[in-house]
């Protein structure tokens, strides 16, 4: 699947905003609101292997929020991925473990 693909899967099961990784948690593009990564739950990801160019490699996560907003955040699996994303991503995998 193309991350296009991904997108418009999470779209069609209420996925509908994004999330903007920020200093201290994530901002919804929807409502503009700031969530900590304590209010947040990682409900499921799906990524791209193109299998030519690992540049073009990415997972979609998708998130949802305590107060019921879905959205979804994109990371790239390339060395330059943003840290920022990252490191809210590492976050969410370990609560869900827990």
Not at 4 to 16: P, V
Not at 36 to 60: C, F, I, K, Q, Y
């Amino acid at each position: 699947m193309t991350l296009a693909d991904l997108q418009a899967n999470a779209k069609d099961h209420g996925f509908e905003h994004h999330f903007i990784a920020e200093e201290g948690g994530v901002r919804s593009d929807g409502t503009g609101k700031l969530y900590r990564p304590d209010e947040l739950r990682l409900v499921h990801s799906n990524s791209t292997d193109h299998g030519t160019d690992p540049g073009d490699e990415a997972t979609l996560f998708m998130i949802e929020a305590n107060d019921g907003t879905k959205g979804v955040m994109i990371l790239a699996d390339a060395f330059h991925a943003d840290p920022r994303k990252a490191e809210i991503i590492d976050v969410l995998r370990r609560n869900r473990a827990a």
